[in-house]
């Protein structure tokens, strides 16, 4: 999909090579349409997807999908959190798991979140975590040398955290 390295020219039709490469790799409307089956995304609240964030882009699902309170991009390559920009703040409820996280940092945009899974990563700091309050985070098969007391006494509520 988005295999072509970008062109160092200044040659316009490179250059509109280049950028097609870009809005190709966006996740828009008709993807989202194509995806769920259905024309009405504004009635969508849980979406399941698997992307590459490498090549592809979520920064404006939220701009099409105003009622979207569950997200699950569960196997996805996400580099990092940060990669789902901040538009998503009304999240409910995210499934990164498998993802091949190494950090949350970013996570702190998300201040809607209930519910986190990340599950299945390499994360072996929940810092990030640290202003949001009564949220359910599962943390299976992550690696943690310790977790800071603060956050056990916090209104964290971890499930699942094994390898602690």
């Given amino acids: 999909m988005m295999s072509k390295h970008f062109s160092n020219s200044h040659d316009p039709s490179e ?18 349409k194509l995806e769920t089956g259905k024309d009405d995304l504004s009635s969508i609240s ?22 979207l309170q569950h997200l699950a991009l569960d196997g996805s390559i996400i580099s990092s959190v940060r990669d789902l920009g901040i538009g998503l703040r009304f999240l409910q409820s995210l499934s990164l798991s498998g993802c091949g996280l190494i950090d949350i940092d970013g996570i702190g945009v998300l201040t809607g979140l209930k519910d986190l899974c990340l599950s ?8 990030p975590l640290a202003m949001h309050e009564n949220i359910q985070v599962s943390l299976i098969d992550n690696f943690f040398s310790f977790i800071h007391t603060d956050f056990l006494n916090s209104n964290l509520i971890f499930v699942d955290t094994h390898r602690i």
């Fill in 15 to 32: 250059i509109e090579d280049d950028l097609q490469v870009l809005m190709d790799g966006i996740i828009n409307e008709e993807y989202v």
């Fill in 46 to 67: 849980y979406l399941t997807l698997t992307i590459d964030t490498w090549k592809q882009s979520v920064y404006d699902l939220h701009l099409f999908l105003p009622n």
């Fill in 120 to 127: 299945d990563n390499t994360i072996s700091d929940v810092t």
